[in-house]
């Protein structure tokens, strides 16, 4: 979940993005600051780190995006200037979600034991079906706790074809 903050520095530059025709190159800068945060410990520690200055922080955080877009730069200075370096990821995640709101692509997420491949991912897409969205973005999240199978999560339905589910339902069925 994220803070209010994050949500209203999303809409913020959303609007601005929208304003200077540049909403599809923050996209990019916002998702990849989101793969980030969602996978490297080190970006983490980056942000959270008293020890680093914020001129360090923000040329890091600059170098790694790929556009170097002048509204993700003032975004970072003006978190920079509040100390809220560290709610980059929410915003990124916030941004995403106005992003997909209003170019109507909905959101599906798959959890997997390991990783999925392209082909599989396709294979996925191809089964999910909303007549109602123009396109579907794929999250894969990898636990290996389900053992093995996937669950499918979208569009407020859950489909779980984890091992572990199967197990869980064995069980049940053995001490009835």
Not at 32 to 45: A, G, H, R, Y
Not at 59 to 72: Q, V, Y
Not at 91 to 114: D, G, P, R
């Amino acid at each position: 979940m994220q803070s209010r903050a994050a949500i209203r520095y999303a809409k913020a530059m959303y609007d601005i993005a929208n304003e200077e025709s540049s909403v599809n190159e923050v996209y990019k800068d916002m998702t990849f600051i989101n793969e980030l945060n969602s996978s490297s410990p080190d970006f983490k520690n980056l942000l959270s780190n008293s020890q680093i200055n914020y001129q360090d922080k923000k040329k890091a955080i600059l170098s790694l995006t790929k556009s170097g877009n002048a509204i993700t730069e003032k975004l970072i200075d003006l978190l920079i200037h509040n100390k809220r370096v560290t709610i980059i990821g929410d915003i990124a995640i916030s941004f995403t979600q106005l992003y997909n709101k209003h170019n109507n692509i909905k959101e599906a997420t798959v959890i997997t034991a390991s990783p999925i491949n392209k082909e599989l991912e396709s294979d996925i897409l191809s089964k999910i079906n909303m007549s109602d969205a123009k396109s579907i973005s794929l999250t894969n999240v990898v636990d290996p706790s389900i053992i093995g199978g996937f669950i499918i999560r979208y569009d407020g339905k859950e489909y779980n074809a984890s091992v572990k589910q199967n197990l869980n339902n064995l069980k049940k069925e053995l001490t009835n």
